[in-house]
Every structure is written in C-alpha cells, then in structure tokens.
C-alpha cells in the first residue's frame, strides 16, 4: 500500500478502512444527501491512499448525486470544486491523475440523463478549474465540441445549479488562477 497523502481539508475525513463497498451499497437506493456524502468520504480516502484519478472520478458522482441545494450535508460540505482543484494541483508527479482537462471535457460532452443540463455544467465548470490550476494539460485534439467560454458556465450553473453554486465555483475559479491551492 502507497504511503498515505496528506489530508485535504476540503473533504470529510474518511473512517478507517472504507472501501468500494461505502459506494455500491447506493446501487439501488436513493442518491441523495448519504450518497454525496459517502462519495466525498470515499474521495478523500482514495485520494490519501495515492488514487489521485480515482479520487476524481469520486468527486464526479458527488457532483451528480440527486440533491435540491439546501440539504444539512452541503451546508457542512458544500459541492466539491474547491476540492477538486486541490487534489489537481496536489497530485505529486508520478502519481497517475490522467489528464482532467481532456476527462472533463469528454464527460461534459457525453452527458446523459438524469438531470443532463446540470450534470454537464458543472462537468464543464470542472473542465475550466483544471485549466485555471494546470494550463500545461492539453485539450483532446481530436474531440470535436465547442468548449464553452466561462460566461456560458457561469450562466448554465446559474440556470442549472443550486443557489449560491456560482458563485462558490467563481470563487474557487478565481483561487485557482492566483495560484492558491490552499
């Protein structure tokens, strides 16, 4: 087993020995509020066990989880940009993080239902947040779509996501490019 990561302050401490199984007890129940939970839980043990990529993809289904905005859960943990930022910019060389940049815009652009239009804007404010921390990943040369401009993500998360999103995504977006990865 790799040695343990350091703690990423943004996510929820993971309890000892959690597994696959803290997510595939969710297969067919509600992917709500618990859900979000346990995939941010799980994240943050991934990623301490050096499964930086992994770890993402965890946060991805956090991102999805069937949520209304004012949910007790978000309040203490809120939607994982800021997090997702960290483990990119965290990632040590060497460690497999595959590229961000190309994932998020190849999921933002094979998005499927249920709740597509939100699902892919925040796959797309994930895509710029990559960009913003790590500008030297590049784009999939021969992955066709028409990357949106960060006013379309602002105003997709506005129509899309939950109150207050878009401006916690501004927020972080605009950390990322000063450099701060806390």
Not at 138 to 154: A, F, N, S, Y
Request: with cysteine.
């Amino acid at each position: 087993m790799p040695p343990l990561l350091p703690i990423c302050s943004l996510l929820p401490s993971p309890r000892a020995g959690l597994d696959w199984r803290a997510l595939h007890a969710f297969r067919k129940s509600d992917r709500g509020g618990e859900f979000y939970f346990a995939c941010l839980e799980y994240a943050h043990a991934l990623w301490q066990r050096g499964f930086a990529a992994r770890a993402l993809l965890c946060l991805d289904r956090a991102l999805g989880a069937d949520l209304g905005g004012d949910e007790a859960v978000l309040r203490d943990h809120p939607l994982p940009y800021a997090a997702m930022a960290w483990i990119i910019a965290n990632t040590p060389a060497g460690m497999f993080l595959g590229n961000p940049r190309v994932h998020f815009q190849h999921y933002a652009d094979r998005m499927n239902e249920p709740r597509r239009a939100q699902r892919q804007c925040r796959a797309w404010a994930c895509w710029a947040l990559a960009r913003a921390v790590r500008p030297d990943l590049p784009g999939d040369p021969k992955h066709r779509v028409v990357e949106p401009t960060l006013v379309e993500i602002d105003l997709a998360l506005r129509a899309h996501g939950h109150p207050g999103e878009a401006e916690r995504w501004a927020v972080e977006l605009r950390n990322c490019s000063k450099g701060d990865s806390r």
